[in-house]
């Protein structure tokens, strides 16, 4: 059974940082390509990074230069440095693989506020 359990979230002022957490599981599956995902209040859940096998990483447009996306394998964790933060990045984060989706974590919450 593949889980992902998201942490790290909280209150930052805008301009602030974060770094995100999601430590992965399961048999039977090779986890080389994981995202990070998120979704704001009445909006579609929405990519937002990748890191794919050899270590390659892709951004969403909306957080290009100010997040990063890495890995530790040998923790099964993945993680999401976020800094420059602003309202619109407020959401529930999740991580998931690229290649199949799984049954989404509980994510964490990220709130940008003043």
């Known amino acids: 059974q593949v889980q992902f359990v998201e942490s790290g979230g909280g209150l930052v002022q805008p301009g602030g940082s974060l770094r995100l957490s999601c430590r992965y599981s399961?048999?039977?599956?090779?986890?080389?390509?994981l995202g990070w995902y998120r979704q704001a209040p009445g909006k579609q859940r929405e990519f937002v990074a990748r890191?794919?096998?050899?270590?390659?990483?892709y951004y969403s447009d909306s957080v290009k230069g100010r997040f990063t996306i890495s890995r530790d394998n040998a923790k099964n964790t993945v993680y999401l440095q976020m800094n420059s933060l602003k309202p619109e990045d407020t959401a529930v984060y999740y991580c998931?693989?690229?290649?199949?989706?799984?049954?989404w974590g509980q994510g964490t919450q990220v709130t940008v506020s003043s």
């Open positions: 399961g048999r039977n599956f090779d986890f080389k390509s």
């Open positions: 890191i794919v096998s050899g270590g390659s990483t």
């Open positions: 998931n693989s690229v290649i199949v989706t799984f049954p």
